[in-house]
Every structure is written in C-alpha cells, then in structure tokens.
C-alpha cells in the first residue's frame, strides 16, 4: 500500500499469497509493517483523527491458478485539516464468491423462509427468525461479518413502537365494551345484509389508511370486524381480509399513507425534479380512486363462491372459540408457582367440559346455512342490550387520547418540523392512557401484546437488510435498468412503465417495500440521466410507488398491516394461513396493479400528461 498523504508515509506491496505485511493497529501509537510494530511519529492525540478504510477486494480463481501471483498495489490517499501527524488505520476483507453467487445465496435462503411459512412448518415468528440467521451466516461466510451493534442498528424500532403503543391503546380501548357497540351500529346500518356491510367496512377502511398509517387503521378496525361477525355468524377470516386489502390500495392514494410514498416525496433529487407532496398526491389519488372503483366488483367475483356464514348454528361457534381462547389461555400459563399450576388445571378441566357440551350439541345439530337475518329489527334490540357501553369514563378517557394521537399523526405527516416520530407518539399516547385508566393489573395488559408480531417484525428486518447485504435488491435494480435500455427508443417510455411497475409489485409481495424503494429511486435517477436512454423520472417514480404498495397484498409478509392484522385475529381465535390470504390477495393484486398500469399508459404515453 503506498499512501500519499502526510498522515503516515509508508510503501508496502501486499501478496495475496503470505496474506503478510499488511499494516494493522496496534496499542500506543504504534503501527505493525511488514510484521514488525514501528513507532509512529507521534503518540495517539487525546482527540485522534481516525481514517477507517475498508478495500473491498472481490477476485476470481482461475482453474490453474487459485490465488494471485502478482502482487496487488493499492493507492490511498486521505486528507486531514490539521497538519499534525495521526495514525493511520487500515482494514483489508476479502469476499470470497462474486455477485452472482450472493444473489443465489439470498434467493435461496428468502425462498426457505417461504416454505416454511407457506406450508406452516413452523410459526412464521420463527420462520423469519431462522431466515435471518441463515443470511446472517451467509454474510459471515463470504467475509462481510457484521457486528451486532451493526445488526441491532439494522431493526426498524420506529415501527417496533408503533406498533407497540397502539396495541397498549388498544388494549385498554377494549376494556370499554366500545369495539361490541360499533358492530351492533354497524349491524343496524347494514340492515342485516352482509355485502352493504362488508362494502362500508372496506370503504372506511381504505379513506382513513389514506391518511393515517395502514397499520394503525388495521389495529382500530379488527377488533371491530371480529365482534361484528360474532354478531352476524360470519367468518371473521374473509371479512379481514378484505379490509386489509383495501388498506393497503387506499394507502397508495397519498404521500403519507404508505411507507414508500414517504420515501419518494421526501427524497431531495426528487424533489428537485418536481415531484412534491401536492403533485404526488393529486396524481396517485386519481388513479387509486380508480382501483377502488373497479375492486369492489371483482372482490364480490372472488367471493362468489365462498360461504361467508358459518355453516354451523351461532351457539356451536361461539362454543369452539370459547373452547379455542380458554386453551390459549391456559397454555400462556407458566406454572412457576402452585396457585398458578391449580389455575392452569382448572382452566383445562373447563376446556374438557366445554367439549363434552359441544359433542352434545353436535349430535342434535341440524345444519342450517342461513343466507340473511331476516329478524335483524328484532335482533337489534336484543343485541343494545347485550353489547352495552360498560365504562364510560374509560371510554371518554381512551377517546380523547386516541384523537390527540390521530391529531399528532397528521401534524407529523403535513409539519414534518415538529420532529416527533410516529413511534413516539404512539409511546407517549399509551403511557398517558395507562396513568389516566389507573391500570392496577399491568400484567393483564401486556398479555394483550402481540409479541410474536413484534418478534416477528424484528427478525425480518434483520432479514431483509441481510439480503441487501447481499446484493438481492441492487441486483432486482440493476437488471430491471438494463432490460429497458435493451428496448427501442419509440417503445422504451412505455416498456419501462411496465417493467418498473410489475418488478416492484412482485418484489414487494415477496420483501419488504421499504428498501426495495430506497434502493430504486437512485437505480431510477441514474436511469433518467443517461443520455442514452433519455426517459423523464416522473412517469418512473409513479409506477414504482404503485408496484410498490399495490404488491403489499400479494402475499401475508408482503405489507406490515397484514402481518399486524393477522397477528390481532390470531389472539381472537381466528387466524388465518399464508394460503388463505394467497388465494385472495394475489388476485386482487394482479387486478389492481393492471388497472394502476392503464392508468399510467393512458395518462403519460395515451394523452401525454407532462406531470
């Protein structure tokens, strides 16, 4: 290595064949050349000016020859304010397979994880877990060992706490009997049909993930949606997932409503380029008020077939769930201790009793599968009774910390000076709530908590940074860059729509769409600056933000808000698989993201909108 600077002036040759005499380190101001510790200049200043260079070697064997035979110079140069003399550190690491072999290597592991939670060998919890640790190995075995400071740094844990805050508000909001009250107004308001209903639900389901986080939306609605279902002997499955469906399309019609969108307008080149928070807004929500319009049709095809009632009476169902939440609930149970051990059997002698019932019943049960209520008007009153209200100071309380809440999201989404994160403010909000509830029982309310989704949320952010770190994405990004610089120039606007558009929606509903985003607006900036391929950035950046929230229903992992939202059904009793929400989602993703692709054709290249 031979340095230019007046740091340390030294000359060295590295052979990659002793792998000897590279400059290393050493304590007291001291530098180990050609394996021998000299003395730098002077000792480590109290305030030391440290270079860290990493040289990034990546080589090929040859089927002769398996390392190099010359020698390798490296030219550093490095510049410092003062002239007074610093050590000089220097690190060398070696990846030992190519490009190639790491986006194998990812593909391989990312499709593991799949079939794992695919075929539900194992809990997706721990699915991601076991993902994340395979590509972190296979980071290490090719040479990038990260730290795990570096590891840590890799989790989102602004979405961690959001989560996390509103699952505590919503914990403490259910005490109130609020959620059974608007699913017996929303039962009356339906007049005991179901399509009304469902079609209302998805409706607000979509305007408010326009504004607010989709993950929030989904947290104040399921528990919603459950109840209601209850109400109407309905599968509360189906039901669910049309609504998260529909938040992730209303998502898309704003600059605030999905993670990428956030990405796009607040990335300065692009703002530059003339895409801010109005034009953005105003051109994606013409087009997702498009989507919606032709959504709601083809989600009544899709289910045309399915039996949305349950195809047993009201009072078998309501019996196995009791029977499937006081098993949960037993199994949760740690017997640390004897009275918890005497609890835990009592609760699974209730569990046996309530099976020697539902046996009974079973035997003088008649099927009926009834297609509407007919009674809803007789029902309605027999149901105000039931789902009453039960604390009302508590809900006065819990509707005033959840307003302040809302209020705070859209301050941060329209005064971004303010500077207080939406993790923070779901955090505070909860903290408020439970000095303001007077919570004696903390522990009631952190069995609320969705742990398994915040461990599962953690573990795949650690996974999809680790396949970054492995080129998976750059890769998705640098070939979708040269298929549209192989495609004539007359075609190529319109080609690159379409690529642009469709690689986004299918990566997004296999990975995480936040840092395939992150990775494609520079892949797009660079692309509309060639010369050679001259395309404005506009119509690019348009399609990437439709791929890539239309892509989120896709698959289960493909958008935080159906992970949350299967998580919350889960703890009901009504979970869902990766197959169930597969064989809706992806239709509805194909439909979507194909209207968002005539939208884009017609506009941009149909009337040559200049945006």
């Not at 149901?383 to 100071?393: C, S």
């Amino acid at each position: 290595v031979r340095s230019l600077s007046r740091v340390v002036n030294f000359k060295h040759r590295f052979n990659y064949k002793d792998q000897g005499g590279f400059p290393m380190p050493c304590k007291g101001g001291h530098l180990l050349v050609d394996g021998q510790k000299k003395k730098s200049r002077r000792n480590i200043p109290l305030i030391m000016v440290k270079c860290l260079i990493t040289c990034w070697m990546v080589y090929q064997y040859t089927q002769s020859l398996q390392r190099y035979s010359d020698p390798i110079i490296i030219t550093v140069q490095a510049f410092v304010q003062d002239n007074s003399m610093v050590p000089l550190s220097m690190t060398h690491q070696s990846l030992y397979v190519t490009r190639e072999r790491q986006v194998v290597i990812a593909a391989v592991i990312l499709g593991g994880v799949y079939v794992l939670i695919i075929f539900e060998i194992v809990h997706r919890t721990l699915a991601a877990m076991l993902g994340s640790l395979a590509a972190l190995a296979a980071l290490a075995m090719i040479g990038d060992r990260p730290s795990l400071s570096t590891v840590v740094e890799w989790i989102d844990y602004e979405t961690l706490a959001l989560l996390f805050g509103m699952m505590i508000l919503v914990a403490i909001f259910s005490e109130t009997g609020f959620f059974d009250y608007c699913a017996v107004k929303a039962y009356q308001l339906s007049r005991g049909k179901v399509w009304p209903m469902i079609i209302i639900l998805c409706l607000i389901a979509a305007i408010l993930s326009a504004f607010l986080d989709n993950v929030t939306t989904m947290m104040l609605f399921t528990p919603v949606t459950i109840r209601l279902c209850e109400v109407l002997n309905l599968d509360p499955r189906h039901v669910l997932i049309a609504e998260v469906i529909f938040t992730n399309i209303g998502g898309a019609a704003t600059a605030v409503g999905d993670p990428p969108n956030v990405i796009i307008v607040s990335n300065q080149d692009l703002r530059k380029s003339g895409i801010d928070f109005a034009s953005f807004t105003g051109y994606m929500f013409l087009g997702i008020c498009l989507v919606l319009l032709t959504s709601f049709p083809f989600l009544r095809l899709l289910y045309w077939n399915k039996k949305l009632y349950n195809k047993e009476s009201s009072e078998i169902v309501e019996l196995r769930h009791e029977i499937r939440v006081w098993r949960q609930t037993a199994q949760r149970i740690s017997p640390a201790s004897r009275e918890e051990t005497a609890v835990k059997c009592l609760l699974m002698q209730k569990v046996l009793n309530l099976e020697s019932v539902l046996r009974k019943q079973l035997k003088t049960f008649q099927r009926q599968i009834s297609q509407e209520d007919k009674n809803w008007e007789n029902n309605i009153q027999e149901l105000h009774k039931k789902n009453r209200i039960t604390d009302r100071v508590l809900l006065v309380k819990c509707i005033s910390v959840l307003g302040v809440v809302i209020f705070m999201f859209f301050l941060n989404s329209f005064v971004p000076s303010i500077h207080l994160e939406l993790g923070w403010i779901a955090i505070f909000g909860a903290l408020w709530l439970l000095v303001l509830a007077d919570i004696q029982d903390f522990e009631i309310i952190l069995h609320r908590v969705e742990w398994a989704t915040l461990l599962f949320f953690a573990a795949l952010f650690v996974l999809m940074e680790a396949l970054a770190q492995l080129q998976l994405i750059d890769y998705i990004g640098v070939q979708t860059a040269l298929l549209i610089k192989a495609v004539p120039e007359e075609q190529r606007l319109a080609m690159a729509i379409i690529l642009v558009m469709w690689v986004s929606a299918l990566a997004s509903s296999l990975i995480d769409n936040i840092p395939f985003t992150a990775t494609m607006i520079p892949v797009l900036i660079n692309l509309s600056q060639d010369a050679d391929v001259n395309l404005p950035i506009k119509p690019l950046i348009f399609a990437l933000a439709m791929g890539a929230c239309l892509g989120g229903n896709g698959t289960l992992i493909g958008a935080s808000a159906n992970v949350v939202c299967a998580g919350i059904a889960e703890q009901h009793g009504y979970g869902f698989s990766f197959m169930e929400f597969f064989r809706l989602g992806f239709p509805m993703m194909l439909m979507t993201c194909t209207i968002g692709m005539c939208y884009l054709l017609a506009t941009i290249i149909g009337l040559g909108w200049t945006l």
